[in-house]
């Protein structure tokens, strides 16, 4: 797996609701741990998430769209 640190301006758009990979708004959450998340946009970009640290890249995994639904498979 990928990992990587994301940079202090990646971090603040995610933190906004935007993925810095491809500028998505839509999330989908999946397994969390603590105050540790792990989210990913549409486009399948997984992020590990828990502020106030910085968030890492994970790579990307499928996501399915049904209907409004954002299917993802962490
Ligand atoms: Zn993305």
Redesign the pocket.
């Known amino acids: 797996m990928e990992l990587e640190r994301l940079s202090k301006e990646d971090n603040d758009k995610l933190n906004s609701g935007i993925?810095?990979?491809?500028?998505?708004t839509h999330f989908v959450q999946g397994p969390s741990g603590g105050n540790a998340q792990n989210i990913a946009?549409?486009?399948?970009?997984r992020f590990w998430f828990a502020p106030p640290f910085t968030a890492e890249y994970q790579g990307k995994i499928k996501v399915e769209r049904d209907g409004d639904i954002l299917r993802a498979y962490f």
Not at 41 to 45: A, I, L, S, T, Y
Request: with cysteine.
């Open positions: 993925c810095p990979k491809c500028g998505s946009c549409e486009n399948g970009h």
